[in-house]
Each structure stands twice: as structure tokens, then as C-alpha cells.
Nanobody, 120 residues
Framework: VQLVESGGGLVQPGGSLRLSCAAPGSFFSINAMGWYRQAPGKEREFVAVGISGGSINYADSVKGRFTISRDNAKNTVYLQMNSLKPEDTAVYYC???????????????WGQGTQVTVSS
């Protein structure tokens, strides 16, 4: 499954961006969809995840500023990023845990990454 990301770009501090990630195809279920990010010279880190059943988790660094949402009919996850800071600058990667068939082990997929740059 090739996850398709969009929505990155350059924004000034305090601005907003919305990322989207779609998982094309038909599956038994998508157990979770979320976002990670990797800044230059740093490890990839968790940002947010939306889990089937409605549970949502955020990294402390983005709580209150970022909102994750899912459109299950479109197999798409969104990340609304508000009040962006220079330290949010990173490549953002979509992540999905997909169950192709009942009784099988869910598989994890990654998007290609989309650059978010917060700078004046």
C-alpha cells in the first residue's frame, strides 16, 4: 500500500497548515493512522495517532495546537497544525496499521514524507 501524503509547505511562525494522507485500496480495516516527524539531525518522533474506536493521542509538544482527524470512508487521515513554531520544522510521515484480512497480522505502512518548514 502506497500512502499518499499532501499539504506540506512553508509557513510563517504562528501560521497553519493541514496535512492529509490517503490509503488507496480496500482493506478489512485500518486499525490506526497517524503522523510522525523527523527534523534534521534528529530521530523520527511520534506526533499524533487516531485509533479505530475513536482513541486519539498526541505528543506533548503538539497538544493544543495540532488536531488529528480521520475520514474512514476515504481511508484518509488529516493533521491540522495551528500556531506553528520553528521547532515544528521537519519532514512529516504518515503511518497506517492496516488489517488486510481478518485473522492476519496487521501491517504497518509509511508515506513518502512531506516537508513542513516554519520560518519567517
Amino acid at each position: 500500500v502506497q500512502l499518499v501524503e499532501s499539504g506540506g509547505g512553508l509557513v510563517q511562525p504562528g501560521g497553519s497548515l493541514r496535512l492529509s494522507c490517503a490509503a488507496p485500496g480496500s482493506f478489512f480495516s485500518i486499525n490506526a493512522m497517524g503522523w510522525y516527524r523527523q527534523a534534521p539531525g534528529k530521530e523520527r518522533e511520534f506526533v499524533a495517532v487516531g485509533i479505530s474506536g475513536g482513541s486519539i493521542n498526541y505528543a506533548d509538544s503538539v497538544k493544543g495546537r495540532f488536531t488529528i482527524s480521520r475520514d474512514n470512508a476515504k481511508n484518509t487521515v488529516y493533521l491540522q497544525m495551528n500556531s506553528l513554531k520553528p521547532e515544528d520544522t521537519a519532514v512529516y510521515y504518515c503511518n497506517a496499521k492496516i488489517l488486510h484480512r481478518l485473522g492476519y497480522t496487521p501491517l504497518v505502512y509509511w508515506g513518502q514524507g512531506t516537508q513542513v518548514t516554519v520560518s519567517s
